[in-house]
């Protein structure tokens, strides 16, 4: 036994390299971490915990990073003014007024105001379709055709009862559908709509 070994109860001893690749990892890769962390004998589990939400922390930390604020989320620009409304400056409409109105200005020398003159709306030309001709459509005459003959049916009567599948097959009706003359649950093993299938 090599008496500069390592005792085998005994961990082996930190390194100062080792103690920085732990940190490293703490800061830039938390879910690593987070696994050695519990993978450690040397550490008591209420470190172990508080160094989980420390991962935990910052996973979250370099998610928001990585991803960033949404364009559609961000900041709404600067908060409004809490002072009174300002007057809203008249801006000129589009739409026609039929009389302007004059605005008066305080002012010590009197400047006679003229009105300004309002945009009119210029007409768009509309484009008319070709005019359609109306045709008429040929008279329907109706005629009477006479009815095709029914074809023979070939079901049985509705008061058809078998007293077993035997006879059902004997008298060549098998298999009886659900809704047939001579069908009854008693037919129906399964229970599945046709009896006497077998």
Known sequence: MNPYSVPPGHPAPRTGANRLVRILLLVFLPPVAAVMTWRSRRLHSA??????????????????????????????GPPAATGPPAAASPTPSASPSPVPSP?????????????????????????????????????????????????????????VYYKNCDAVKAAGAAPLHRGEPGYRSGLDRDGDGVACER
């Open 47 to 76: 470190v172990k915990v508080l160094l989980t939400v420390w991962c935990l922390f910052m996973s979250l930390f370099w998610l928001g990073a990585i991803v960033g604020p949404s364009k559609e989320g961000g900041p709404a």
């Open 103 to 159: 605005t008066a200005t305080p002012s010590p020398t009197a400047v006679p105001e003229t009105p300004t003159p309002t945009p009119t709306p210029t007409p768009t030309p509309t484009q008319t379709a070709p005019p359609v001709q109306e045709t008429e459509a040929p008279a329907v005459v109706p005629t009477t055709e006479p009815a095709a003959p029914e074809p023979e049916r070939t079901t049985r009567p509705a008061s």
